[in-house]
Every structure is written in structure tokens, then in C-alpha cells.
């Protein structure tokens, strides 16, 4: 059989280009089509567009999931999944995650992916066993990173723990687009020796490196790759679904996708990309090669950001410095892949370490929240000189983060009946707040005149 293909454009596509933005009607626009091209699954589902639906689009994310189910007959919808962060930025309690992941399957989700920023294992747990108990497929992911510690041993020995804990498949998450067509090579051979799950590769197009990355990889054996469909591929997105498709041909590796239907769906779906770029929500500065991802090793996102915070301090001309401190602040943390939300911690930290000009004079809670151990595991040990400068002779905790959190969901039920309309409405509510419920204020208002009209 030759490589399978995941197809990203409604998830990740839209993420990495224009901040999650497609509409619901979007989304639906060519994928009867899709349908019908031979994926190993369709990603669908995750943090940001569960996110951007409610702030942003005014629409139910869980209507959108239903709606999507329905018209895709054939193929697995997939959704990504931050372990005990489910969608959210927080920790949450096991009874939340369990109850989520239910949900999800319920209302059309087949394969969860499940990942977490630290690689503690520990953090995957309630998201694995639920998945399990309600029969999802389990892929977990590993988030991919440069380090000392972050090597092809440390994650064939990951691999054989995710292998024990009951994955039916593992994901190699390079969020940043930094993984290298050699190390690729190395670690994907390494892994098909040492476990016997399918293996899949996520990775962007960020850094100029990923279509070399993807093709040696297939060499070495990979199961899956993850590709978007040409009009959201490309840049911080993925390698193009019909390129890859094209370059395999007449190869033991080719993937068979309908090229008729590619084509169909890509057509329908150019006009979303052109209205985004017209609108200017897709910036073609994302569309073009940035090798400083690679120089850096930070994701194209966390890049972003730094400009944007320095720009707002008036301290533009200090990036080198703080793009030089990043590493600095990861070894003090123990080499965290920069993943959200590490990435965003590092970041900030970095940049309060060069403009104070005193190394860890101010410090975020959550980095703070980070030093007592909320987040699990670090990959390395921390320092703990800097570690006591900070939170000084604080308990820290050794325990799984989610041992602490009290059950959460019945309460939240009870104390928001009158809103919450569904078991899902309530979880909308515990991931996402005040956001959620001003949603559903609304979506409960305009149901009411709706209701009269049919009436009368
Ligand atoms: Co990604």
C-alpha cells in the first residue's frame, strides 16, 4: 500500500494562513468532493477553530462538526486534541475530558489526536482512556524539538511507552517545521524498528524545508503525511495534497488519490482562499519562505508575535537579543518544546528578561505556575537556581498536574441550565468561558423569533 494522506485545508490549512477564519459554509463548500479523493482522514476539528467559531464566527462549533459528518460519508474525520488542555489553555478536570472526548465522537469525530506541549505522558491519560472506552482511534502525538535531551532515543523510548498506553498510532508533531530531511530519516527509521503502530508526520512548510522532509521520511517508511489542499497549502501551512500526490506517482509510495476530485475541490474552494488574501486576514508575507525558523528554531507564530510585542514596547530594534535569549530561557526550563501554550511563555519571558534588563526580575504567572510544577513534567531538569530565585523554597509539585482538579462538570450544569441547552453547550462553556456564553446568549435569543415565525 502506498502512503496515506490526511488532508488539513479545514483545520490546520486555515490555522496557519488566515487565524482560523473559514466559515462553516466554507468548510462545507467542497467537501462532498473531498470526500470522494481517498484520505486516510479529513482533520476537521481542534483548539482554534473550535475558538475562532465563537469569538469570532458567531457559529456553534458542535453544529459545524454535525453538519460535517453528515456529508462526509466515506472518509474519518479527525480532530486535534491538547490532552488535559482539551481545547482550551488550561488544565481541566478528568471528568471535563472524558466527557469532551464522548461528545466529540458522538457528533462525528473517528480519530483524536492527542498531544501535550511537555511530552509528560501522564498529561495524555484521561484523553487516551476516554477515547478508548467511548471507541475512537487514539493517535498520540509527540511534540517534535531540537535539544540535548530531544533526541532519536528519547523518542523511540516515548514511542514504546505511547505503544503500552494503547495508542493505535503515533504522530511526529513538528509544529515549528524544523524537522530535517535527514533527522527525518533517522528518526522515522528508528521508530518503525521500535514500535509496530502506523506512523504519521505532521509538519509546515514554514521554514522551506517540509516537501524534502516529507519525501525522505516516506523513504524511511512513514505510514501517513499530513497535506492541505493546494489553495491553503504551502507557507506556514502544509505541503500541497496534489504535489505530493503527483511526486509519488509511478512509485511504491504512491498514494492513489482521486485527482478529479482534488481538482473539483481545489477549484471550489479558490475563491475562499482569494477572498481571504482580498480581505487581507491571509498576509502573503505567511505564503513566502522564512529560513529564520530554522536559524531560531522558533515556530513561524511565536516569530510573530515577538515583532508584534517588541513593536507595542517600542523596542523593535532589540529582536536579536530577545531571539537570543529564547534558547537561554528554554534551558533554564528544561528544553520545553515551543508549543503552545510553552510558546508563548518562553516568548514573553524572553522578551521581559532583555527589556528589564535583568534576567527573571519579572516573571508571568504562568511561568511561575510552570516552576511549581503545574504543567507536569519538564524534559530536562529545570535550574534550580533560577528556579528558587522565583518561587523560592515553594512545594513543587511531582504529581499528575489533574490530580488536584475536583470533578467540574456537573456543576458547571447546574449552575448554567438556563443557557446551556445540551451537554455540549455546557462544555462550550467550560473551555471557553464568558466567550462561550455570550455565544449562546445570542444563539438562545435569535432561537426564540425563529420558534414564533414557525408557529405562525
Ligand atoms: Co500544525
Not at 37 to 43: C, L, N, T, W
Not at 285 to 307: D, E, F, R
Request: proline share 5%; charged share 25%; hydrophobic share 40%.
Amino acid at each position: 500500500m502506498g502512503v496515506q494522506v490526511v488532508e488539513t485545508a479545514l483545520r490546520d490549512g486555515h490555522q496557519s494562513l488566515f487565524a482560523t477564519r473559514m466559515t462553516t459554509d466554507e468548510v462545507l463548500l467542497a467537501l462532498a468532493e473531498l470526500d470522494k479523493v481517498g484520505y486516510h482522514a479529513i482533520e476537521i476539528w481542534g483548539g482554534a477553530t473550535f475558538d475562532a467559531c465563537l469569538r469570532f464566527l458567531d457559529e456553534d462549533p458542535w453544529e459545524r462538526l454535525r453538519k460535517v459528518r453528515k456529508v462526509c460519508k466515506n472518509t474519518k474525520l479527525q480532530m486535534l486534541f491538547r490532552g488535559q488542555n482539551i481545547l482550551g489553555y488550561r488544565h481541566y478536570a478528568d471528568d471535563v475530558v472524558e466527557k469532551f472526548v464522548q461528545k466529540s465522537i458522538e457528533n462525528g469525530i473517528d480519530i483524536i489526536r492527542i498531544f501535550d506541549a511537555l511530552n509528560d505522558i501522564r498529561n495524555l491519560k484521561a484523553a487516551v482512556d476516554a477515547t478508548k472506552k467511548y471507541h475512537g482511534e487514539c493517535q498520540i502525538a509527540l511534540s517534535y524539538t531540537t535539544s540535548p535531551v530531544h533526541t532519536v532515543e528519547y523518542y523511540v523510548n516515548l514511542a514504546k511507552e505511547i505503544e503500552a498506553m494503547g495508542a493505535d498510532s503515533i504522530c511526529i508533531k513538528d509544529m515549528a517545521g524544523v524537522l530535517l530531511p535527514k533527522d527525518a530519516f533517522e528518526l522515522i527509521s528508528a521508530l518503525k524498528k521500535n514500535t509496530s503502530l502506523p506512523i504519521e508526520l505532521h509538519s509546515h512548510c514554514t521554514g522551506g524545508l517540509c516537501e524534502m522532509t516529507y519525501l525522505k521520511a516516506i523513504e524511511a517508511g512513514v505510514d501517513i503525511v499530513d497535506c492541505a489542499l493546494s489553495p491553503f497549502s504551502g507557507g506556514t501551512s502544509q505541503p500541497c495534497t496534489e504535489s505530493l500526490n503527483f511526486a509519488l506517482q509511478g512509485t511504491p509510495y504512491d498514494p492513489k488519490l482521486n485527482v478529479a476530485m482534488l481538482n473539483e475541490a481545489a477549484t471550489k474552494m479558490q475563491p475562499v482562499r482569494a477572498k481571504y488574501l482580498a480581505n487581507g486576514l491571509l498576509n502573503p508575507k505567511v505564503l513566502s519562505v522564512n529560513a529564520n525558523i530554522i536559524k531560531y528554531q522558533v515556530p513561524g507564530g511565536m516569530l510573530s508575535n515577538l515583532i508584534n510585542q517588541l513593536k507595542q514596547q517600542g523596542a523593535s530594534d532589540r529582536l536579536d537579543d530577545v531571539l537570543k535569549e529564547v534558547p537561554n530561557v528554554r534551558k533554564d526550563m528544561g528544553y520545553p518544546p515551543l508549543v503552545t501554550p510553552l510558546s508563548q511563555m518562553v516568548g514573553t519571558q524572553a522578551v521581559l528578561n532583555v527589556l528589564s534588563g535583568e534576567r527573571y526580575k519579572m516573571v508571568p504567572k504562568e511561568i511561575n505556575d510552570y516552576l511549581h510544577g503545574k504543567y507536569g513534567k519538564a524534559p530536562a531538569p529545570v535550574d534550580e537556581e533560577i528556579r528558587k530565585k522565583i518561587i523560592g523554597d515553594d512545594p513543587v509539585i511531582t504529581h499528575r498536574p489533574a490530580d488536584d482538579l475536583k470533578p467540574e462538570f456537573e456543576s458547571l450544569k447546574k449552575q448554567y441550565k438556563k443557557v446551556a441547552k445540551s451537554d455540549e453547550d455546557v462544555l462550550s462553556i467550560a473551555l471557553f468561558g464568558d466567550v462561550a456564553l455570550k455565544f449562546l446568549e445570542k444563539r438562545n435569543a435569535d432561537l426564540v423569533p425563529t420558534l414564533i415565525k414557525v408557529e405562525a
